[in-house]
């Protein structure tokens, strides 16, 4: 069965930090590639941040480059965004997404909320 939770979403003042993580089981986590995907109320979901696996190489969306940093861990079937300089429009809730190209088969977890408020 495959799963992908998220958590270290919570409520965070501007200016601060937050770790997201996103565990994965189920399927062969180092065949695919890893993503953080956020959905603002109103909003389309957008793409934040991806990873590939073996020779990594990362993207981040303009809005986050510089702040946000995606990693991952494939002994422990794990993704993490590390989130610096929050701003109240970084305020969504987060989803993790793996995706693997050679099948197209594509696992989403079910989101973590990250709200930036004074």
């Known amino acids: 069965q495959v799963q992908l939770v998220e958590s270290g979403g919570g409520l965070v003042q501007p200016g601060g930090s937050l770790r997201l993580s996103c565990a994965a089981s189920?399927?062969?986590?180092?065949?695919?590639?890893m993503s953080w995907y956020r959905q603002a109320p109103g909003k389309e979901r957008e793409l934040v941040a991806a990873?590939?696996?073996?020779?990594?190489?990362?993207n981040y969306a303009d809005s986050v480059r510089g702040r946000f940093t995606i990693s991952r861990d494939n002994a422990k079937n794990t993704i993490y965004l590390q989130m610096n300089s929050l701003k109240p429009e970084d305020t969504a809730v987060y989803y993790c997404?793996?995706?693997?190209?050679?099948?197209?088969?594509?696992?989403w977890g079910k989101g973590t909320l990250v709200t930036v408020s004074s």
């Open positions: 997404k793996a995706y693997r190209p050679l099948t197209a088969a594509t696992y």
């Open positions: 189920g399927f062969t986590f180092s065949n695919y590639i």
């Open positions: 990873i590939t696996s073996i020779i990594v190489s990362t």
